[in-house]
């Protein structure tokens, strides 16, 4: 039994590791870095896209304005040919087609004025969206580096993980089915340490110092399954 107990100490040593590796993938910097750098790139693209939007507003406000500057002004060149032509000879009805002209002529002036008032305020919009589209592209970069290095770091780990996992599998073959079934309910409710080295007086998990009696029973009977009457946790002689 002992050397079942030694081995279920070394089950333990790779579920540390296995745990530690866990923690180390959840917590790499290169994560980190790329979250940030995918956080940024998505503040620029939102920006740009709240850009885009008001960009787009104002240019279906120019096209309508467009289309009425042509509508109005074909309107006017009909006003204007019926106005010299000869077909028209009572001076009242050209009075009327010439002010017709001119106030034809006020609102295409009008509304070339807001189609211009627009165009000013289109260009700081277009020069916005050009910085932002360079900041998107090198943002884009940062990101790409950083999926590039936590790949590498994660990739590393993975293999160690992995080569741990496969030694602890071999190891946990060798100990009973009921002792490490055992260990493994302790593990889950010690804080991932299910069996520990007696030390001295002291349990190896909790380092708490044990009673001498307790202590010489344990070392009376290395191969009975015996367990730290301060935390519980198994103990190992």
Known sequence: MSQAFDDLLEVQAHDTRIDQIHHQIATLAARAERD?????LAATVATIEAE???RDDLGRQQRRLDDEIESVGAKRAGVEAKLYDGSVTNAREL???????ESLARRIRQLE???????????????RL??????REQRQLVLDDAEVRLTAASAELAVALDAEQQARAEL???VPADLLDEYEKLRAGHGGV??????GSQCGGCHLTLSAVEVAAIRKQPDVAT??????????P
Do not use: F, K, N
């Open 52 to 54: 885009q939007a008001a």
């Open 95 to 101: 009075q009327d087609l010439q002010e017709d002209s």
């Open 113 to 127: 004025d807001d189609d211009l008032e627009i165009m000013e305020q289109i260009e700081p919009i277009d020069a």
């Open 36 to 40: 940030a750098a995918a956080e940024a």
């Open 194 to 199: 299910g069996v520990a080295r007696l030390v």
């Open 130 to 135: 050009a910085e932002l589209q360079v900041t």
């Open 172 to 174: 946990a073959g060798r």
């Open 227 to 236: 367990h730290c009457e301060e935390c519980g946790r198994l103990l190992v």
